[in-house]
Every structure is written in C-alpha cells, then in structure tokens.
C-alpha cells in the first residue's frame, strides 16, 4: 500500500514537472502572466509532493518491509532507527529521490522570492530547474524504482517488478542485508546531504545565467540576485568536502584525508569551477569585465554537477565512494551533452551582447590578479579531469583500464596551488583598474617581514625540506597580510568613532561582509594548508605483528600491545579490539582501542582505528589482522601524522568566514538602493 503510493506521488511529479515546463515556455512566448503563474504553482506542487515520496520510503525503511528490494539493500532489523532514515541516501535509487527532493525545495525557494524586477527571468528559471527534475525523477520512475519488490512467480523463481506480475506471491525476506558499514559513521551521514545540498544549489545560478542568456538581459542584474545562491551553495561543496575527508581519515583505514579517489575529485571538480565563479563575478560587478568568461563558468560548474552525479552513479570507475554499475550511466551521459550543448548554443547565440564594458589597464590590477586565480583554479580543473577520464580513454585505446595515481595530482597541482596561495595574500592588496609594483610593495613590507621571520623560526626548529619551507612562507605571508588588513581596518574605525577594539572589529565585519567574510575563509585555507603541508610531507608509518608485551617504534613514539577481545554485540556486529599502550620519549600518554567490526548482515568489516589527537600531531593506530595468541600474535599499523588537526581547525575557520559572507543583510535591495541614492546625492552636492 505504501510502496504503491509513494510510487503514485512520484509519477504525478513527474507529470507536474512535464507540465509546469510547457506552460513557462508557452507563458514566455505569449507573454502571459497566467501561465507563468500556473508554471511556479506546478514548480511550489513538486516539493510537498516528493515529500510524500521520500517520507514513504523512510517509513518503509523504519518498517522494515524487506519486500521492497531498495529496503532489503541497505537496512536489517539490528540497525538503529538513525540509520534506517539516513539509508534514505544510503543506495542509488533513495539517493536520486533525495536529490530530487533537494531540487523541488530549492528551486521552489526561489520562486518565492519577489520577481518584480526580474518578471523576465522567471519562466526560464522554471524551466531550467524543472527540466532538471524531469531528468532525475524520470530516472526514479523508470530506471532506478526505490518502490520495486519481489514477487515469487508460479514457476517458483524470483521475479522483480514494482506491481504482481500474473500468478505471482509475495516473497518477503526475513531480514535485510543493512547498510554498508562504510556509511554507517556519523560523517557519512552528514557527508552526502551536505555535497547534495551544494551540487542542487548550483543549479540556481545556473537557471538565472540561462534566464539571462534567453532574454537577452547582459547587465550584471543575474549575478547580484543569484549572489547569495552561489556562496550558499559554495558553502555546502566545501562543508561537503571536509566532512568527506574527515570520514575518509576516520573509517577507510590508511591514515590519510584524501586519496585523489575518482569520486572525490568529481565532488571537487564543480568545486574549483564554483570557486573560480565566485571571484570572477566580482570584476564583473565592479568593472564590467568577463561577461562572457562567467556564462561559461557557470554552465561548466553545472555541468560539473550532473558529471560529478554521472560517476558516482554510472558505475564506469572503480570507486570506494561510488554505486554499483547501473544502466543509468548512458542516460546521464546523454543529458550531460545535451545541456552543454544547449547552453552553449545560447551564449554564442548573445556572444557579441556580452561584451566587456571595461578594459585591464594594469597587469598588477585587482580584476589581472583575479583573471589570474580563475586561470589557475582552471589549471587544476585540467589535472583533475584528464585524471578522472585517463582509465576511460586508456580502456578505449589499449582495451585497459590504466589509473593515475595520487602522485600525478600531487606534482601537477602542488606548484598551482602554492600560486593560488600567495595570489590570496597579494590580490586583496591590489586596487581595482590600476596598481604597481611601489603601491604593492608599500602594502606588502611589514607582512613580509613578519613572514621571514616566521621562515627562520621553522628553520631553526628543524624543518629543513624545501617544498615544507615554501609552504610554510606562504601560510605565513598569506596570514599576516590579512591579520594586517584586520589590523588596519579596525585601528582605523576605532580612531574615527571611539569604540573598543572588539566592537569595531564586529561592526567592520557587519558594513562589508563579504569582504571580511573572505578574509575569514583566507585564514582558514592557511591553516588548512599547514595540515596539509604536515601530512603529506612530515607523515611516518609501520608496521608490525607483535605478541601481548611486544613493542613497536616510531620516531619519538613506542607503542606496546596489552590485550585483544573478540565479542558479538546487539547490533549484529563481531567485534575484534585491542589495548595497547603509548609512550613518548619514555613518558605513558594513555590507551588506544583500535578495533575491526565484522558486520554480519552486510558480511562486511570496517577499520576504526585508535587515534591520540594533539593540535601537534595524531598517533594513528590500525588493527590489521591477528592470529591465535598461542601463536605469531597480532598485526598493526602505525601512522605518525604531523599538523593534521590543523586541517579540521581550518576547514571550521573555513565554513565560518563562508556563512559571514553569505549572511543576508536586513533588506538587500533596500541597501542596494540607498547606496545609490547616497552616490547621487554627493554627485549633486560636489556639482552645486
């Protein structure tokens, strides 16, 4: 009964959507309000609606009804009611649910918003979202059914099929083969609703850019409105990709934060195209530049999206993040080539209307050093594509999958990351329209002193490695300039109005947000650089297989097993842990429990290792295998992990400085409006 209405509701969305796309494209061209109207109404109908269908494969999953093939995948009758829900995304065809609930919220967020000075915009936003739907619902409807069951035909095989087929009985399993253990940490569970909720997001900017392209409206107007669109959805990416990596370093079992994994990269991907938009929209705004340049920005970062979703869910890459191969995979491919072909026919279609209103006079301008971040955002977009497609083409051309590995993404985008590093400390420094190098360097000498002298401390605490020097001037430089434009600005509002310290910094946060909320995110990336930095130059390993009262050695550290316990739990897992004890230069710091689980109903394991955590470094510790006591004992492997808690701290730092910038102010177009007001009033009293 469920199963057959939530399949109901998700085909009567689909129709909706159909409909709501035939009436904005017949209210556009005839210019009517009524069918315009009618379209946002069937676009408002597809977010209650797809609420009823996820809401009815969450209470089947809660149920338990394991005649439902998509219940029996991913739950058992020993998982915990949290995990049940969040198996809603927990396989492939909840997940396109989720993500299609995510879309009808968001899409019909913004058709809430007053439209009173963009009316124009309005039917190709639908449009362009409902279109979008349309793809993934028809994919839920057609291909990857979460309502389909099994049924025990007269013959007495299995048959699949979402309603009886003719003489057939249900066949309801006595329990579910539960979610894999990888997806049952909490990051897990936070991780993918997070990258969801960026990936729909973007979908917005990208519906107003098209909006734009269709009307031929070439002002900046599509840019200011979809502002706040963008950064949230540049905030859920990058809370997205933190949580993945710290999931990754947590539960996968090899000491490290990100693997350069096919999955990963086509997360990160839309990432650095989005990052790269979010820059670039700004000399735009203030100089009427790269018109054209964001178009393509934006359509790529969409384009990204539905790319990034194609492999994760097409099965075409080996992946421990992705789903299993799928008949899915040509369709998204297919819907990927035509939306880029569309929308680039659309902009060459405007290419002459978008002109630039303004030329670069100065190649040490604030809008040259931005066009140079874009290009190398651009570079590392590059590496990672050529990498992700390489096991594709190889397989094409040779008949085998030959992969890259970590290695080649490390020594291709390490030096255009470092760029990317210093241009965040120089380019705030630079004046828009024209800047040189004495300006520059009358900014930049008193943080670059202070760099210096941090480079001889590292220095003469040990640090000898070139590529760690390198990068440890640049956290150093970067940071000091942007405390120094704190410094600056709030010695400077404090002079002119008297407050304290701590007020003016507020109140200079609260009048440029966006500003200072970037400066916020600067230092975050700093210290996220120094966990890197340690990491992945400073990182030590071993491995051993010891007796009770054996010992192993790393570097400052000794680590000494007490005991192992094998035991069952309640929740269906046999669970294998051990005690060991870690000493450093001699001196006890405490106990580590690393354990493995063996999860009877998915037949699976997970690795969670014991870790001793400092804002120093991490004592990583893995249980990787044992053997009867009596006999060789039992295996580790000990990971040595240098500034890697800098890197959480930074991603925190990160997300904060993201939500300063997105906060919305009290009535954006009122403040939009007075500051114009104000410049006329000036322009009248200087001209009087």
Known sequence: MVSNFGFGALVITLVVSVYGIFAAVYGARKNSLAWVESARKAMLLTFPLLSLVALSIIYLLVSGDYQVQYVYNVTSSSMPMYLKITALWGGQAGSLIFWSWLLAAFASAVTLRKWDRDREFLPWVIVVALVTLVFFVGMSVFV???????????????????????????????????????????GMIIHPPMLYLGFVSFVIPFAFAIAALVTGRTDDRWIRVTRRWSLVAWLFLSLGLVLGSRWAYDVLGWGGYWAWDPVEIAA??????????????????????????????????????????????????????????????????????????????????????LRSEGEMHSILSREALFLLNNLLFMGILVVCFWGVLFPLISELFTGQKVTVGPPFYERSTGPLFAGLLLLMGIAPLSAWGHSTVKTLGKALWKPLIASIVVLIAVVALGASHWAALLGFWLCAFVASITL????????????????NLLAALWNLAGRNRRRYGGYIIHLGVVLMALGIIGIELFQTETQGTIPPGGTIALGDYAMTFDTLDIFDTTDGRNVARAVVSVERDGKFLGELYPRRDYYYDSQQPMTIPGVRSTMEDDFYVLLVDWEPISSTGVTFKIYHNPLVNWLWVGGIIFILGTLVAAWPDKDPERVHVSAAARRIASSGARAS
């Open 144 to 186: 990857e059914n979460p309502f389909v069951r099994f049924w025990q035909t007269a013959g007495g095989s299995e048959a699949v099929a979402m309603f009886r087929p003719a003489g057939a009985t249900s066949l309801v399993p006595f329990d579910g083969r539960g979610l894999n253990p990888l997806l049952r940490h909490p």
């Open 268 to 353: 990160f991907m839309p990432w650095l195209s989005g990052t790269a938009f979010l820059h670039s929209v700004m000399i735009q705004e203030k100089r009427g530049l790269f018109k054209r340049w964001n178009i393509i920005l934006i359509i790529l970062t969409y384009s990204l999206v539905i790319f990034g979703t194609f492999l994760t869910r097409s099965g075409v890459l080996s992946s421990v993040h992705a789903f299993s191969q799928s008949a899915i995979g040509p369709l998204f491919f297919g819907y990927i080539g035509i939306t880029f072909a569309v929308s680039l026919a659309l902009l060459l279609q405007r290419w002459n209307s």
């Open 484 to 499: 120094y434009e704190y410094y600056r600005g709030v010695a400077a509002r404090h002079r002119r109005t008297g407050e």
